[in-house]
């Protein structure tokens, strides 16, 4: 499918259609992705920036071209000038050659006319940008996908031309694609984002099944009902585990009278099913890693809000009643199987009064010293004598004093001082056991 445009000239002249770019039409229905097509379109209809997030293999680049095909969704004319920065040549990945290649896009659909300037890269885009007369409704939008190599290498002159581009025609506006571990370092003084960000999770039921019966058109299959459902629960609707185990579950001869377990056992032990799980898993942090981990292993030990509200946002994470799962039973498995190593803690300098508590001392996490007050720290030293589980009791009596103790001591007391520690440290390192006591894992 190509993309039909009425462009304008430098006059304002509405001149022939052009086809833009070339793309397989991948027969998605119009519904396709709506909840972020939709922010998408208005953002676009505002002349808002987006910075769009999304882990590996959760579909954006397709997400991107329905997005810049589909013209039948804007009610006035839009321009798009698409670039994916992984097609860039190594030795060509600069930032004149992303400027000049915006502009050849421009200027290939009637954009303004190439004759009319001998500047290449940025000034070549920025006199084409200048002299685009005619509707005001018109809206060019610039759409740059897989942008992790350009954008971990630009620095605030390259945001700054941006910034100039979109001043100099109120017309203009920016989409740009990127993994969310970037995302901290791309306009570091705000200039074309604002803090405006659309993370990319899983594909929604509808859409899933959509992308089921594609799969089984690709592999000349026919999947049942039954088959249908089992690959969207094992994928939860991501794209890249759903070529992968749709190719799989074919060459492994699976069928429905074998459980579910023994299904996720087969397929994580492919190369690569674990090679789709490997790279999400790669993306993330070791406080997110572990908070999936933790779920994974159905461990109760409570997670930092903000980091659940991560894993929510990008799909790796649903909420059922009160539980916290795992979007797929495959990457449940491949992370519960995961090796966390946490950093030792120790405390050094510790010295001990006649009542065998600690009184003074400094806690390192691997080679860093983190701050804790004298009750955390004889907290920690009392969790890390051995590996057991130490009641509340066991813990009131090493930590406060006789006088203390006899005033009397709560559990909230003593639940807020682990809270405290866990701050410090990080939700890994302590292990409730519900009704029992706490754990050091450290």
């Not at 992968?244 to 074919?250: E, L, M, P, Q, Y």
């Not at 908070?291 to 994974?296: E, F, I, Q, T």
């Not at 659940?308 to 199987?337: C, M, N, T």
């Not at 302590?430 to 754990?439: F, L, M, P």
Request: net charge negative; charged share 30%.
């Amino acid at each position: 499918m190509m993309a039909q445009k009425t462009p304008l000239s430098e006059s304002g002249e509405t001149t022939s259609a052009q086809n833009y770019y070339y793309f397989i039409d991948r027969q998605h229905p119009i519904e396709y992705r709506h909840k972020e097509i939709e922010r998408l379109i208005q953002a676009i209809r505002a002349r808002e920036n987006r910075l769009l997030l999304g882990l590996p293999g959760i579909g954006m680049s397709n997400l991107l071209r329905f997005l810049v095909t589909r013209t039948e969704l804007f009610e006035r004319d839009v321009i798009f000038a698409y670039l994916n920065c992984d097609t860039l040549a190594e030795d060509k990945a600069d930032f004149e050659t992303f400027f000049e290649m915006i502009a050849e896009q421009l200027y290939d659909q009637g954009l303004g006319d190439k004759s009319k300037t001998v500047a290449q890269g940025y000034e070549r885009l920025k006199h084409l940008l200048m002299r685009v007369k005619g509707d005001p409704s018109l809206r060019i939008v610039i759409v740059v996908d897989q942008g992790d190599r350009i954008l971990a290498a630009a620095n605030k002159a390259f945001y700054r031309h941006l910034k100039a581009l979109t001043d100099l025609n109120k017309r203009a506006c920016y989409i740009f694609a990127v993994s969310p571990h970037i995302a901290d370092l791309i306009d570091p003084d705000n200039l074309l984002f604002a803090g405006r960000r659309l993370a990319v999770g899983p594909l929604k039921e509808q859409d899933c099944a959509n992308a089921v019966a594609e799969e089984a058109q690709r592999l000349g299959q026919k999947f049942d009902e039954a088959i249908q459902k089992r690959l969207m629960r094992l994928t939860g609707g991501h794209p890249g585990l759903l070529r992968a185990i749709s190719s799989a579950i074919v060459e492994e001869g699976l069928n429905l009278s074998e459980p579910e377990t023994v299904w996720v056992e087969r397929l994580l032990g492919r190369g690569d099913i674990k090679y789709r799980c490997q790279k999400l898993w790669n993306e993330l942090d070791q406080k997110k890693q572990t908070a999936l981990h933790l779920l994974a292993a159905a461990r109760p030990d409570p997670i930092a809000a903000d980091t659940l509200v991560w894993l929510q946002e990008f799909g790796l994470v649903d909420k059922h009643g009160d539980i916290y799962r795992l979007f797929s039973p495959i990457f449940e498995g491949f992370a519960a199987a995961q090796d966390i190593k946490l950093e030792p803690i120790i405390i050094v300098g510790a010295t001990k009064d006649e009542q065998e508590k600690i009184v003074a001392g400094k806690v390192f996490k691997g080679d860093k010293e983190v701050h804790v007050t004298p009750l955390e720290l004889r907290l920690i030293a009392c969790l890390k004598q051995e590996r057991k589980i130490y009641t509340k009791d066991d813990l009131i009596e090493y930590i406060y004093d006789d006088k203390i103790q006899e005033e009397g001591i709560s559990d909230h007391r003593i639940e807020n001082l682990v809270r405290q520690v866990r701050n410090r440290l990080g939700d890994q390192y302590i292990k409730a056991h519900y009704g029992q006591g706490y754990e050091f894992l450290g």
